[in-house]
């Protein structure tokens, strides 16, 4: 910041009275044109959470309060004779309001649409009211959900109008209640000190910041320094929620472990992270934990493990020190890239340095950029399996190319006029009706088909919340449409499958069938169909796999579905090595390919190898149906009859809990298995 000229007395009085005003006008003006907006965006927040009037006014007011920062940063630097312009303030204000008012949208599932099922009674409620009570907290509300099968494992508080628990499936099947209740703790720790609001104050002072820093730094705001504070805001806004939410973190880690004891923390937060859908290996997981806004794993655990009592450290296992320590001065050194770079920028911004915007952008850009790989990897291999190209799509494009063709058309009359015609005026007037025509018949299509597209998304995403609220018969309707005739085959297989999970096998498999035909459109039907055939049409079940990997190109999920396929045809060496190219996966399907495999050595009698490969796969993915039924046959031959009635139990229960996996044969030997053990 440059120094300020000395003022004489009366001059510096002058600004202190100027500030004082400008000060009481931010206090009362900024907050109050703000209030009235976010209480109306958090009107529905609060009749879905039950929230009182006053809490209603008192929560929409401080998030007021919050977002008017930016515009008292504003004020702060006219008080140093840097006044932005209204335009600057304005856009970041307007960018602080909009963050704020995310916190109050209603409470809903991203990408599905459907509202979480709010639990009133029963075990998890119990458990949570017990947690909370140790805690000193007062219990949440508590909503549940389902990962359609996958049982990953979220839990989470939402709500600063009302908090509230949500927790997946994943949490409740894979975890046992004492490793549940150290997730519970952890999210009550949340509640307790309050960081519900470290977002909206991280997203506003991230805002505040921004304009604050790029005020001072630039030479002047028509010299890059308007644009400089829209970059520093994304900026500042993801590492510096980053750096001060892992701290907030492993607080909240640390209080949940003395609510419910340290050794059940620290195994269930490491189930908990079996069950994310992220890499935990290679160049990219290492990146992205470098930068995360939570920590990860190993750091996470062995954290809890150095500050665990002398009575509960004997019972922790030694975890990964090494790896927690390369992965703490990772985030170290990227912490230290972070800093370097928002203070090179701006320095070069101070200079008038071209690159300046370039070094302020690179933070945000890096974190970002390393988010959407991960993502775009996931949302790769669903769109492979089922593809979502929604009707309309060509209306779009068609209309855009008419809008974009008209001023071509318009370029183009005097020659064709020129060539084609002998009345030139005559040809000329309806050459001109005509392309005036186009911008209007483009910008219609443009319209419908989006308007259609839309329909179509919105369509997926409720047939997608009747799924997972186990709907499966307003989900068929939902797919197949007003009269049952539902053309596009990502429908029509959403529709098979809400049949098979209902009860009606013959109308689901024919419906598979039916779309198998080539050309197949969607893939996953070939997967699902050899799945339900495996055990009583191997052969079929077979040539679908083979199918299914040849149009996914070696995907791993269809490697596991033919690794199956041959398994249930005998053929156990071909069998193992599909399974094997599956196996280094993470999550859900490394877990089934580890299965596959031990249920393979346990028919050759290599019982010792298939337990540590049944270990190895319940250590990928905890509570897996898959790997517990492995458990179970594999222990029905090397354990003492009591202890494989107990793994058979804890596999039937996880079989039955899972319609979506579509393990009725499975279920079906599980019975016979432990009727045979029991009478042992």
């Not at 160049?283 to 990860?296: D, I, N, Q, R, Y």
């Not at 019972?315 to 170290?332: C, F, H, N, V, Y």
């Not at 035909?517 to 079929?540: G, I, K, N, Y």
Request: hydrophobic share 50%; with cysteine; glycine share 8%.
């Amino acid at each position: 910041m440059p120094d300020l000229p000395l003022l004489p007395p009366d001059a510096a009085a002058t600004r202190a009275i100027f500030f004082s005003v400008e000060a009481t006008r931010f206090l009362c003006a900024a907050p109050l044109i703000i209030f009235p907006i976010l209480l109306f965006a958090a009107h529905r927040q609060r009749v879905q959470t039950g929230a009182s009037i006053s809490r209603w006014m008192t929560v929409s007011a401080r998030l007021a309060l919050l977002a008017s920062l930016p515009a008292g940063a504003s004020i702060l630097l006219a008080a140093f004779g840097r006044a932005p312009p209204i335009e600057v303030s304005v856009g970041a204000t307007l960018l602080a309001a909009a963050t704020c008012a995310t916190m109050l949208r209603q409470l809903r599932l991203r990408g599905r649409g459907d509202v979480p099922q709010l639990v009133e009674e029963g075990p998890i409620v119990d458990r949570v009211r017990d947690v909370a009570m140790r805690m000193g907290v007062t219990p949440p509300p508590v909503r549940t959900f389902g990962t359609f099968g996958a049982l990953q494992a979220y839990a989470a508080v939402g709500s600063a109008m009302r908090p509230t628990l949500f927790l997946s499936d994943g949490i409740l099947q894979r975890l046992t209640p004492e490793e549940a209740d150290a997730v519970i703790g952890h999210e009550l720790a949340h509640v307790l000190n309050g960081s519900i609001w470290l977002m909206p104050a991280i997203w506003t002072s991230s805002a505040a910041l921004s304009v604050l820093l790029a005020g001072l730094a630039a030479p002047g705001w028509d010299a890059g320094g308007g644009e400089a504070v829209f970059t520093l805001f994304f900026s500042l806004l993801l590492p510096l929620f980053a750096a001060i939410n892992r701290s907030n973190e492993r607080w909240c880690d640390m209080r949940g472990a003395q609510a419910v004891g340290f050794a059940n923390a620290v195994r269930g937060l490491d189930k908990a992270h079996t069950a994310f859908p992220l890499p935990n290996d290679g160049w990219l997981a290492f990146a992205v934990h470098a930068v995360s806004t939570h920590p990860p794993r190993a750091a996470r655990l062995q954290a809890l493990r150095r500050r665990a009592p002398e009575s509960e450290r004997a019972l922790l296992d030694a975890g990964e020190p090494s790896r927690a320590r390369i992965q703490d001065a990772a985030a170290t050194a990227a912490g230290a890239l972070w800093i370097s770079c928002i203070g090179l920028g701006l320095f070069a911004l101070h200079l008038g340095l071209s690159h300046a915007q370039v070094l302020l952008a690179l933070p945000g850009a890096v974190q970002i950029a390393l988010a959407m790989l991960v993502q775009m990897r996931r949302l790769r291999r669903a769109r492979r399996l089922l593809p979502l190209r929604a009707p309309g799509r060509s209306l779009v494009w068609g209309g855009v190319l008419l809008l974009l063709a008209s001023p071509l058309g318009f370029l183009a009359l005097p020659v064709l006029a020129r060539t084609f015609s002998t009345d030139r005026h005559l040809w000329m007037i309806c050459a001109i009706a005509a392309l005036s025509v186009l911008p209007l018949a483009g910008l219609a299509a443009a319209l419908i088909g989006l308007a259609v597209s839309m329909g179509f998304k919105q369509r997926f995403q409720d047939v997608l919340g009747a799924l997972g609220r186990n709907d499966f018969a307003g989900a068929r309707a939902l797919a197949r449409g007003k009269h049952g005739s539902e053309k596009h085959p990502s429908l029509r297989h959403l529709a098979a499958y809400a049949a098979l999970l209902g009860g009606d096998r013959e109308r689901g498999i024919a419906e598979l069938r039916e779309l198998c035909r080539d050309p197949v459109r969607v893939p996953a039907s070939l997967l699902m169909l050899a799945a339900v055939l495996r055990h009583q049409e191997p052969e079929t079940s077979l040539e679908l796999s083979r199918r299914g990997l040849l149009k996914l190109k070696g995907d791993a999920v269809a490697r596991v579905m033919l690794a199956s396929s041959l398994r249930a045809r005998g053929r156990l060496d071909e069998a193992e090595h599909e399974a094997s190219l599956a196996e280094r996966e993470p999550g859900q399907i490394g877990s089934t390919a580890l299965s596959i495999r031990a249920r393979i050595l346990l028919a050759r009698g290599d019982t010792s190898r298939a337990e540590r490969l049944v270990e190895d796969a319940l250590r990928l993915s905890a509570g897996e149906p898959a790997a517990l039924i492995a458990r179970a046959h594999v222990w029905a031959a090397t354990r003492p009859p009591d202890e494989a009635v107990r793994a058979a139990d804890d596999a039937f229960a996880a079989a039955r809990s899972n319609p979506f996996a579509l393990l009725d044969e499975e279920v079906a030997e599980l019975r016979e298995l432990k009727a045979r053990r029991k009478a042992v």
